[in-house]
């Protein structure tokens, strides 16, 4: 069996061998929308629980719009310019408005990649910034939430008198779904807020898993943290196969997201009735699989239609390497994820652990294999699972010993795809 997986900007094709039953796991989605620009418009008009942008907007003397940065594929270029002409229309010039990069703890967008996100003619005519999480002093202490989380938040955001965000939902790795919130916090949180909600009290809990948020606790986390920003308005939207826009979803941020969810839950969940003796996977093509960092998100994803004891194969460009300085030393440093997980259960978080503390935890339930060639060779004897030079020779190592038969699941584009078994 041949079939293309998603990697670096091209795609991979790949020879399956004979003998097993695959399980293909294509990414579902709903259908592309015949009139997106059209139906931008009218989600502006006419929001979910929340009057019309341009009524929000009548009266404010600044906005802010916090917006995914280079590894979310967030259609930015279709929705900016309808959002910014209701904020003129308001009586916003573009010097009233700032559009914030939501980095997280990713590193700053580039010159060249800000025109990506946002669009040339939007880079040309307003303001676009980078967030700096590491820059404390560049942040507003917000108080602490119910659980204690300090919170901290980027003052260019909480200084406007109408705060917004634009994105996109899929499934996340611990937060159930992307989107909403999230581009609150992590988004424009600064490092001393971002690591209490990427702490071991949060990464280990059952409930902070793919595909869920109705008892997610980093979900509500998060949803109070943007209580405290005065969230107002956002702008979500579902994607198409080819990244197009198959639903928006503006409006309240809780309800507006909440029904959003719903519709992409509806849309890509896959149920399989047995688990998998073994999985491949895949970082999703870019931008996630840009850094090794981003394209554990694919493992994640597979940990869940895996049998324990069995095995995943992670299928990754890893163009920019690794990932970031904090992300590269832990994984230089940590040759054996259980005494990584040991190490980190009690101590102070650092800066990326809990992306390596996700892969700890899928090495808990099976054994991972590797076909990753932008990750540097000073990185490949502290890989907690083997490296291969080819694909071919990955595949081999992955089905080798299984029994005739047994069931393997592929799936393509990793992170995109939602996929449990049948309970019972």
């Given at each position: 069996m041949r079939l293309k997986l998603a990697f670096g900007k091209s795609g991979l094709e790949v020879d399956l061998p004979e003998g097993f039953r695959y399980h293909i796991l294509e990414a579902r989605f709903a259908a592309p929308l015949s009139d997106p620009l059209g139906a931008i418009e009218q989600a502006l008009d006419r929001p979910i629980e929340s009057p019309p942008l341009l009524e929000l907007?009548?009266?404010?003397?600044?906005?802010?719009?916090?917006?995914?940065?280079?590894?979310?594929?967030?259609?930015?270029?279709?929705?900016?310019?309808?959002?910014?002409?209701?904020?003129?229309?308001?009586?916003?010039?573009?010097s009233d408005v700032i559009i914030l990069i939501a980095t997280g703890l990713h590193r700053p967008a580039t010159a060249s990649e800000i025109r990506e996100i946002v669009g040339e003619a939007v880079a040309a005519q307003w303001r676009v910034e980078n967030h700096e999480a590491r820059k404390l002093e560049a942040h507003r202490f917000l108080g602490h939430t119910s659980s204690g989380t300090p919170v901290w938040i980027d003052e260019r955001f909480l200084a406007a008198d109408l705060h917004m965000s634009i994105g996109f939902i899929e499934p996340h790795l611990m937060l159930g779904f992307s989107g909403g919130r999230k581009l609150i916090a992590p988004g424009l949180a600064a490092q001393q807020t971002i690591e209490v909600l990427h702490s071991?009290?949060?990464?280990?809990?059952?409930?902070?898993?793919?595909?869920?948020?109705?008892?997610?606790?980093?979900?509500?986390e998060l949803l109070e943290i943007a209580a405290l920003a005065r969230h107002d308005f956002i702008v979500d939207v579902a994607l198409a196969q080819n990244r197009q826009i198959a639903g928006v979803f503006a409006g309240h941020p809780l309800e507006a997201h909440r029904r959003g969810v719903e519709f992409v839950s509806r849309v890509m969940l896959?149920?399989?009735?047995?688990?998998?003796?073994?999985?491949?996977?895949?970082?999703?093509?870019?931008?996630?699989?840009?850094?090794?960092?981003?394209?554990?998100?694919?493992?994640t994803a597979a940990s869940h239609v895996v049998r324990p004891g069995g095995r995943i194969l992670l299928v990754a460009a890893c163009a920019e390497g690794a990932g970031g300085p904090e992300f590269r030393?832990?994984?230089?440093?940590?040759?054996?994820?259980?005494?990584?997980?040991?190490?980190?259960?009690?101590?102070?978080?650092?800066?990326?652990?809990?992306?390596?503390?996700?892969?700890?935890?899928?090495?808990?339930?099976?054994?991972?294999?590797?076909?990753?060639?932008?990750?540097?060779?000073?990185?490949?004897?502290?890989?907690?699972?083997?490296?291969?030079?080819?694909?071919?020779?990955?595949?081999?190592?992955?089905v080798e010993g299984l029994p005739p038969g047994a069931p393997i699941a592929v799936i393509p584009e990793g992170p995109y795809v939602l996929a449990k078994v049948r309970a019972g």
């Open positions: 907007a009548c009266g404010k003397r600044s906005a802010a719009i916090s917006v995914c940065d280079i590894t979310r594929p967030t259609p930015n270029r279709l929705i900016l310019p309808a959002v910014l002409a209701r904020l003129q229309r308001a009586g916003l010039r573009p071991p009290r949060f990464m280990r809990d059952p409930r902070a898993v793919e595909g869920s948020i109705e008892d997610n606790p980093l979900h509500r896959e149920l399989l009735e047995e688990p998998a003796e073994a999985v491949i996977t895949t970082g999703a093509g870019y931008p996630l699989d840009l850094t090794f960092y981003q394209a554990i998100k694919g493992i030393r832990l994984l230089k440093e940590h040759s054996d994820w259980g005494a990584f997980l040991e190490r980190i259960r009690e101590a102070p978080v650092i800066v990326d652990q809990w992306q390596l503390e996700k892969l700890a935890l899928a090495c808990q339930r099976a054994r991972i294999l590797f076909y990753t060639p932008g990750v540097p060779g000073e990185y490949h004897a502290s890989l907690w699972g083997p490296l291969f030079d080819s694909l071919e020779a990955a595949i081999a190592a992955l």
